[in-house]
């Protein structure tokens, strides 16, 4: 077996400086969102290429030691635009807590399943235009949700990379394939058989998806393999992608925090 890492030395850890937060013009500075701790001992927090391991989890992640103490893969985006005012965090080491309110009641929803089934932190606070419909404040969800995954993400040392998982829902089942590779692809075959679930329009589920993929450099495929349930079908597409997003940002101990790629880098450029 590949011998784990070890952790730095703690005052190296506190000395070092988090990645800034990308900021416009016309965004004001964002207030701190603190996550719930977690109910089981001291905080386990990952950071590529730093991990302290010592051996694996039941899903195949690495579980780190007790008193390990390196930073946590945590993205924050706030976007103001005319049309929405959207604040965004997601911790990728987190433990499934959801806090979204993003005036859209199916949407929030939606965004429960990528924090429960993914295991990350998922806090999602939006306003927006939506007496005229829930376009713009869908999209721009979905673009700082991209944007923090991009930032959690960072140099992407030492993950999977790669993610597939097939989830039904009764009588709907939808296959997610998706690759971290920083190449912005998406290949959505869902036959969504309504105009709307609730007041939700149905046409914006693959607008979100598009919108995410746009800002985190995902590559991602959507294949419907069964279902006649729009509600059905849609919730078993993000369940399915919130546990191949979880596999594929998950750690792979034998890579010893490498980057995933015979090119030696993974990035949008």
Do not use: W
Request: proline share 6%; net charge neutral.
């Amino acid at each position: 077996m590949t011998a784990p890492f070890v952790s730095p030395p703690l005052s190296r850890l506190s000395s070092a400086r988090a990645s800034p937060v990308p900021k416009s013009s016309a965004r004001s500075e964002i207030p701190r969102v603190a996550f719930p701790a977690r109910p089981h001992g001291p905080s386990l927090r990952l950071s590529p290429p730093v991990m302290a391991a010592t051996g694996v989890g039941g899903n195949g992640a690495p579980v780190a030691s007790e008193d390990s103490t390196v930073s946590s893969r945590v993205g924050e985006v706030k976007r103001v635009t005319k049309e929405t005012n959207v604040h965004v965090k997601i911790n990728l080491d987190g433990t499934g807590v959801a806090n979204c309110s993003s005036g859209i009641p199916f949407l929030d929803h939606m965004l429960d399943q990528l924090a429960s089934h993914g295991l990350f932190d998922v806090y999602v606070k939006a306003t927006g235009d939506t007496h005229i419909d829930d376009h713009h404040s869908n999209e721009d969800i979905a673009l700082a949700i991209g944007t923090a995954l991009l930032q959690a993400l960072g140099d992407r040392k030492g993950i999977n990379r790669f993610g597939h998982f097939t989830a039904p829902l009764d009588e709907a089942a939808v296959e997610v394939i998706l690759d971290l590779s920083g190449r912005p692809h998406l290949s959505c075959g869902l036959s969504i058989p309504t105009e709307r679930v609730g007041a939700y329009d149905t046409q914006l589920v693959e607008h979100f998806f598009q919108s995410l993929v746009n800002t985190s450099g995902m590559t991602l495929h959507i294949r419907q393999l069964a279902g006649n349930n729009s509600h059905h079908i849609i919730e078993a597409t993000f369940k399915a992608f919130a546990r191949a997003l979880r596999q594929a940002s998950e750690y792979d101990l034998r890579r010893q925090g490498t980057i995933p790629s015979s090119k030696g880098v993974l990035s949008r450029s």
